[in-house]
Structures are given as structure tokens and as C-alpha cells.
């Protein structure tokens, strides 16, 4: 019962924060009398950015590409595209009136002032895009592995179809990880709901910091068996076994790590695990989740959003809250990867930012004991 209800508070502190915007945002919409000439369109339409692309043969397309059209001059009115500019008569009258009338534009003649450098991310956020139904693949309990998105440090399950519900799926680190936090890897094979896989040790990833490893989550290695059940992508239950203990290297770490009544986590015996998700679309995202979880007999309470979208700013955001463990003191890990930092395919593949574990530290004070960068690579389509 306090889970459900730790559940329900974040729930609606997460739902309040997103809506305390709205009003702003509908001031923004309404206040735009006159015809913008000279804007950004926001990457909130997946379908029609790949329809502008595939018009001037850009392969392949991608949905949330920096679009700036400058319709200011009536001789000279352009498209630019990433970078490179085309000619607004490059497209077909149809596509050409969904430019011109596309809802979501960030002016690009707006006057800069000290205040708007502040406001202007809040009244940028569109009240129609805070909160979206999920794709289909989202909430099928045998396609939701499909995953393009691979991240270096915890987080989702990168998977990859065979034939629709048959594929795999890899991870590094937990799904509910931080950065330096663990060696754990894992492989997946699913069909029709259902996964079998392995995990091991990758010692590289823990090696790397050199203090405050009080806090980590060590293992050897054992298998996994899990199953989504089929009413909608909303609870999965898994049953995890090691079957091997950390190495002597690593119980050496584990106990240099140990201070007083800190002492990190390992993997011994069997665990059964459940997730409890939501799965959602907001600002634009291509997926997003508010999820509930046992896992490791350790309680997580957390968000994560791929490819959000703020005033013209794409980025990943992922929050875990570590609620309750054993042996673990409880955490908050923040990932924030922001994209289009590369050039090229990269522009959309690439997502690169800071990641943060917030927890008592070695000199019990509160703080952060791990902070590196993240880095997540989109390696398919999630069209």
C-alpha cells in the first residue's frame, strides 16, 4: 500500500508539472494575430517532416530534423532543411499549405529581452502535445521490446525485431541504473511476450570511479525469464537467478567499498521482478513511460521520454528514484541527452549529456556520487 501511494504522489506531482504550463502556452497560441513569415517549426509532427524531406529527396528522413522557413521575402521564399536550403516552390502546393498553416512555430523575429530568455521555453510548450496516446507498438505486450535506441548507461532495452515478436534485445547496465554504477549487461531473446536471457559483469564500467562506490550493484552472472501479460504493455513479471558469484577482483572492490553501514548491493539468489508502466507520448516524444518497479527486491519509481521536444530543442530525459533496498541507501538518477549536437546522420543519431546519481555520499552527506557522461545512439526508425 505506501508503494501504490508513493506511485500515485509522484503520478500527480509529474502530471502537475506538466500541466502548469498549459495556460501559458495556450496565451502563446492565442496572441499570434498576425502571420509568422520567418519560423522554426517544432518537430512535433513526425509524419509530415518526413513528408517535407522525402520531396527534396533527403534519405533518409528524419522526424525531428531543424526546419526554418523564411517566407519574408515573396521573391525569395526558402526551406531550409538541416542546414541546407531549398526553394519554398521545391514542394507541392498541398505540402507548401501545411507549412504556412503549421500550428507549432517558434518566431524567429521575436524581439530577445532578459525576461524572454527565461519565459520563453515555458510558453514555447504546446498544450496539445503534453500529453499524447501511445504509438500502437507502444502498448502491445510482443512488440514493445522493439527499442531503436541504444544507451550506454541503464535505461530501456535496445531491441531489434527478427519477425515482429520474435527479436532481441541488449542492455548495459540495469533498467533502472545510473552512470558507473554497475558492470551489468544482459541479452535477450523474445516470442510472443515472453524473454529468456542472460546476464554477466563488465568490471570496466565500475573501474572508471575510484570513490563513493558504496552505493553500486555488483553481480557474476545467472538468467532471466520474463513475460509481459497481454492486456496492453502494463505489467511485466520476471523471475532473475545468478548463478555465479562476483569474481575474487570484485570482492576485493566490494569490500574496500564497504564504510560502516554503507555497503553496495550484490546479486545472490533468486529474485522475482515486476514492472508496473504506463506507457504515453508527451512534448512530442517518441516514447515515454511513468513506471512502477520491483526489481532486486529494491523498490523504483521513475519517468523516462525519448526525443522531447521544447521550443525547438530535442533531448532525452530519463528520472529513477530508488525508494527502497536492503542494502542501499536510496538514489535519484538524472539523464539528460540532448540531440542534434552532431553533424550530418549523427544530427538525429547521436545524443550526448550529463548523467547524475544523487545519494548519501562516503562523508554521509547528501550529494552526488557518480557524474559522468551518457551517451545514447539511435540506431533504426521508430516510425
Not at 502498448?139 to 515482429?164: A, V
Not at 542494502?327 to 540531440?339: K, T, W
Request: proline share 6%; net charge neutral; glycine share 6%.
Amino acid at each position: 500500500m505506501l508503494i501504490v501511494k508513493s506511485f500515485y504522489k509522484f503520478a500527480l506531482f509529474f502530471t502537475f508539472v506538466l500541466f502548469l504550463a498549459a495556460p501559458c502556452a495556450s496565451f502563446a497560441q492565442d496572441k499570434d494575430e498576425e502571420p509568422i513569415t520567418y519560423f522554426q517549426m517544432e518537430p512535433l509532427n513526425d509524419s509530415l517532416f518526413v513528408k517535407i524531406q522525402e520531396e527534396v529527396f533527403i534519405d533518409p528522413p528524419d522526424p525531428k530534423a531543424e526546419i526554418i522557413v523564411d517566407l519574408r521575402d515573396p521573391n525569395n521564399q526558402t526551406v531550409t532543411i538541416k542546414g541546407n536550403l531549398y526553394p519554398f516552390l521545391s514542394f507541392t502546393p498541398e505540402t507548401r499549405a501545411l507549412i504556412t498553416t503549421y500550428p507549432f512555430k517558434i518566431n524567429l523575429i521575436d524581439d530577445i529581452n532578459l525576461t524572454s530568455v527565461f519565459t520563453k521555453v515555458i510558453s514555447s510548450i504546446k498544450l496539445k502535445k503534453i500529453i499524447e496516446p501511445p504509438r500502437r507498438q507502444q502498448i502491445s505486450s510482443n512488440l514493445y521490446y522493439i527499442n531503436p535506441y541504444l544507451q550506454i548507461f541503464g535505461g530501456e532495452r535496445f531491441g531489434f525485431p527478427i519477425k515482429q515478436d520474435v527479436g532481441f534485445s541488449i542492455g548495459l547496465g540495469t533498467p533502472y541504473s545510473g552512470v558507473l554504477e554497475t558492470g551489468f549487461v544482459e541479452a535477450n531473446f523474445h516470442i510472443l511476450g515472453f524473454r529468456l536471457g542472460g546476464f554477466g559483469n563488465v568490471s570496466a564500467f565500475t573501474e572508471i570511479k575510484q570513490t563513493n562506490n558504496h552505493n553500486n550493484l555488483y553481480l557474476g552472472a545467472g538468467y532471466e525469464l520474463g513475460y509481459v501479460i497481454p492486456l496492453g504493455n502494463f505489467f511485466e513479471i520476471s523471475y532473475l537467478s545468478s548463478l555465479k558469484d562476483p569474481s575474487p577482483a570484485q570482492m576485493t572492490a566490494i569490500e574496500s567499498a564497504q564504510n560502516g553501514d554503507y555497503k553496495p548491493m550484490i546479486i545472490k539468489g533468486n529474485y522475482l521482478n515486476w514492472e508496473f508502466r504506463f506507457p504515453f507520448r508527451t512534448m512530442g516524444s517518441t516514447r515515454s513511460k511513468l513506471y512502477l518497479a520491483r526489481y532486486l527486491d529494491e523498490t523504483h519509481i521513475g519517468f523516462s521520454g525519448r526525443e522531447l521536444t521544447i521550443a525547438g530543442s530535442t533531448f532525452d530525459f530519463r528520472f529513477d528514484a530508488l525508494t527502497s533496498s536492503p542494502d542501499r541507501n536510496p538514489q535519484y538518477i538524472f539523464d539528460i541527452l540532448i540531440q542534434k549536437i552532431a553533424d550530418s546522420w549523427a544530427s538525429s543519431a547521436v545524443s550526448l549529456g550529463p548523467s547524475v546519481i544523487l545519494t548519501k555520499m562516503e562523508n554521509r552527506k547528501f550529494g552526488a556520487t557518480s557524474f559522468f557522461f551518457n551517451l545514447r545512439l539511435k540506431l533504426g526508425t521508430s516510425l
